[in-house]
């Protein structure tokens, strides 16, 4: 019987070892220095508005964002938000949160993404739980589309009701913003000008909506794209447009091969940043 024990412990004690060597994530701040997921929860706590930046299909970074939002509620006052949602579906996600419809009927009502019910419906069901309020801040992906065929000009051209989800016209917007000017570079000029302005116009309306859904004391944690707040640009640069007092704490993820440290290219992205591998599971 002693044997068998000490045989199971040896095991137990070499599975612990090995996985040591297999880490999921590593965590560290815009420096590259290795933190802890207390100090970035620390830091959250004491902030306005936490952006929470995403691979849409990376399974650690979903993870950490319902541990964080779970952590944080015991801590402040929440409210969250979402790029994944539009925002003329606002109205169709209060009835869901409130229990006024169930989820067949909100997959049926909006414009869910294919990877809601493994990546964001946690995050929905956390808030109705526990009341919270959860905002759609993302502008209708049509009127985007608008302008990266026509620029701002043709939102101009909307009704009234339309215009009410999004970012009041004119949209400021600044093109030498590196963000945008990269996205431009990227694409080989495909798109033009508009392309960029097409991101900016997402950017700037949630930016709009997390203002206008936070009041004092209240900490807004958004879930978007990396792309939305890398480097302390899009929602971040809208938000300080808005508000230059804000405390904002933002979050990015990276991708390598290997997530001993993270590569000097990857630094400074954002407060904290996540380095999961390369090869690491997707959900789509």
Do not use: C
């Not at 936070?214 to 808005?242: A, P, T």
Request: hydrophobic residues 40%; aromatic residues 10%.
């Amino acid at each position: 019987m002693q044997k068998l024990i000490v045989s199971l412990l040896l095991i137990v004690f070499s599975t612990l070892i090995y996985a040591q060597h297999k880490p999921a994530y590593l965590l560290v701040n815009a420096k590259g220095k290795k933190v802890s997921y207390k100090k970035m929860i620390q830091k959250m706590e004491q902030s306005d508005v936490v952006l929470f930046g995403e691979y849409h299909n990376n399974p650690i970074v979903h993870w950490l964002q319902l541990e964080a939002t779970i952590d944080l509620n015991k801590k402040r006052d929440l409210v969250l938000g979402a790029e994944m949602f539009e925002a003329d579906n606002q109205t169709q996600l209060n009835k869901y949160l409130s229990g006024e419809i169930n989820e067949v009927a909100l997959d049926t009502l909006a414009r869910l993404w294919g990877n809601y019910k493994t990546d964001y419906k946690p995050l929905v069901d956390f808030a109705k739980e526990n009341k919270l309020k959860f905002v759609a801040t993302n502008v209708p992906r049509t009127y985007a589309s608008l302008v990266y065929r026509g620029g701002f000009e043709v939102l101009d051209s909307l009704s009234v009701e339309e215009k009410k989800w999004m970012a009041p016209l004119p949209v400021k917007y600044d093109a030498n913003l590196p963000g945008y000017v990269k996205m431009k570079e990227m694409m080989g000029g495909h798109g033009g000008d508009n392309l960029p302005k097409a991101q900016a116009i997402k950017d700037a309306t949630m930016a709009y909506f997390i203002l206008k859904n936070r009041s004092g004391g209240q900490l807004l944690v958004h879930y978007n794209g990396s792309y939305h707040s890398d480097n302390f640009e899009g929602i971040y640069w809208y938000l300080k447009q808005g508000n230059p007092n804000l405390k904002i704490t933002t979050v990015s993820i990276v991708e390598q091969d290997e997530i001993k440290k993270i590569s000097k290219d990857n630094l400074s992205l954002a407060d904290f940043i996540i380095v999961v591998p390369t090869k690491m599971t997707k959900t789509y």
